[in-house]
C-alpha cells in the first residue's frame, strides 16, 4: 500500500544525546514536511523539502537537522541543543505542486529522560 | 508573517451541529484545508476549499469560506461521538510552492 511510515512509533533519549527519527513514503511525492505538535499549539513547521537535495528551516528549526538524499526519505535529528525535545513528530509529503494535500505519517512521540 | 488562528475547545451535544472556525492572515492563500486528529495519530484531510470558492459540501461537512474577512468555518451536521478529535485548519502560502501552516486546533468534544 502507498503511504508516509514514521518509526519508532515511541522514541525515548537521554539527555545529551542526539537521535533520529525516521520518515519514509512511496507516494512519489515531491516535497516532505516535519511538524512538531505540543499541546494547545497546534503544529509547528520545523523543516521541510521541495526536492531531493535540498531543504529549507521552518518556524522552529533550531537544534534540529535534516537531509534528504532520496526523495523516499527525510529522516530528522534531533540534537542535543534542543532544550526542550520532548514532543510528538509529525512527518508528511505532498506532491509540492499547487494542491494538494499533505499526507501524514503516524508520528513518534518522542520522550527525553 | 502567515498566522492561523482557531479557538482551543468546543463541547457540543450528540446529534447537533458543530461549527469550528479558523482566520488566517495570508490573503495570497489558493487552498484551505481542515484536518482530522484522533489521538495519538496522524493528520487524516477532511476536506478542503479553493480560495475562488465560497461553499463546498461533502456528506455531513460544510465548509464556508469568507476570503473578504479571511474567515474559513467547518460545519459537522448530526454530530456523532465518532467524531470527538481535534480540528486543524490549513492554509497552503501563496508564495510558495508547498508550504502549509497549520492553526492551533481546535478539540471537539461530544455530549451525550
Known amino acids: 500500500d502507498g503511504g508516509i511510515t514514521q518509526s519508532p512509533k515511541y522514541l525515548f533519549r537521554k539527555e545529551g544525546q542526539n537521535v533520529t527519527l525516521s520518515c519514509e513514503q512511496n507516494l512519489n511525492h515531491d516535497a516532505m514536511y516535519w511538524y512538531r505538535q505540543d499541546p494547545g499549539q497546534g503544529l509547528r513547521l520545523i523543516y521541510y523539502s521541495q526536492i531531493v537535495n535540498d531543504f529549507q528551516k521552518g518556524d522552529i528549526a533550531e537544534g534540529y537537522s535534516v537531509s534528504r538524499e532520496k526523495k523516499e526519505s527525510f529522516p530528522l535529528t534531533v540534537t542535543s541543543a534542543q532544550k526542550n525535545p520532548t514532543a510528538f513528530y509529525l512527518c508528511?509529503?505532498?506532491?509540492?505542486?499547487?494542491?494538494?494535500?499533505?499526507?501524514f505519517g503516524q508520528g513518534t512521540r518522542l520522550t527525553v529522560v | 508573517g502567515e498566522d492561523v488562528e482557531q479557538s482551543l475547545f468546543l463541547s457540543v451535544r450528540e446529534g447537533d451541529s458543530s461549527v469550528i472556525n479558523c482566520t488566517y492572515t495570508d490573503s495570497s492563500s489558493t487552498y484551505l484545508y481542515w484536518y482530522k486528529q484522533e489521538p495519538g495519530a496522524g493528520l487524516q484531510l477532511l476536506t478542503y476549499i479553493f480560495s475562488n470558492m465560497d461553499m463546498k459540501q461533502d456528506q455531513r461537512l460544510t465548509v464556508l469560506l469568507n476570503k473578504k474577512d479571511k474567515h474559513l468555518s467547518l460545519r459537522i451536521a448530526d454530530t456523532q461521538t465518532g467524531d470527538s478529535a481535534i480540528y486543524f485548519c490549513?492554509?497552503?502560502?501563496?508564495?510558495?510552492?508547498?508550504?502549509?501552516?497549520f492553526g492551533s486546533g481546535t478539540r471537539l468534544s461530544i455530549r451525550p
Open positions: 508528511a509529503s505532498s506532491p509540492g505542486q499547487q494542491l494538494t494535500e499533505a499526507f
Open positions: 490549513a492554509e497552503k502560502e501563496g508564495s510558495s510552492a508547498s508550504k502549509i501552516i
